[in-house]
């Protein structure tokens, strides 16, 4: 149940930064914040779509959007070198041991 509660329970905030951080950096870049909100928006929700109904696994589903020496894969390299995917995972694993701890407690 902890690993249930650390990536589903608290997996709503998780996507929910990730969308506030889209939104920042598409206002960054000049787009006014209800566009970069829907534009955001409607991405993370076909993405989950597409996720959902493709059949095909994510690595898969990321890999065909992202054309060699493309936008997706310059900004791929960026989030991996600012270890993105390593954050996520470690979010994860705090939430998990957090959720261990209460049960201590």
């Known amino acids: 149940m902890d690993a249930i509660t650390a990536l589903s329970g608290s997996g709503p905030a998780y996507v929910l930064l990730f969308l506030e951080s ?4 598409g206002v960054n870049i000049g ?12 991405t993370l929700m076909g ?10 696994n994510y690595v898969e589903l990321k890999n065909s959007v992202a054309s ?3 936008t997706t894969i310059a900004a791929l390299k960026s989030l991996e070198t600012n270890a993105f995917r390593g954050t ?17 407690d």
């Open 88 to 104: 996520v995972m470690d979010a994860v694993a705090a939430a998990f041991q957090r959720a261990k701890s209460l049960k201590a």
């Open 47 to 56: 993405t989950a779509k597409m996720a959902q109904s493709s059949g095909n």
């Open 22 to 25: 889209l939104v920042e950096g």
């Open 68 to 70: 060699p020496g493309g």
């Open 31 to 42: 787009l006014d914040r209800q566009t970069a909100e829907n534009l955001a928006t409607q």
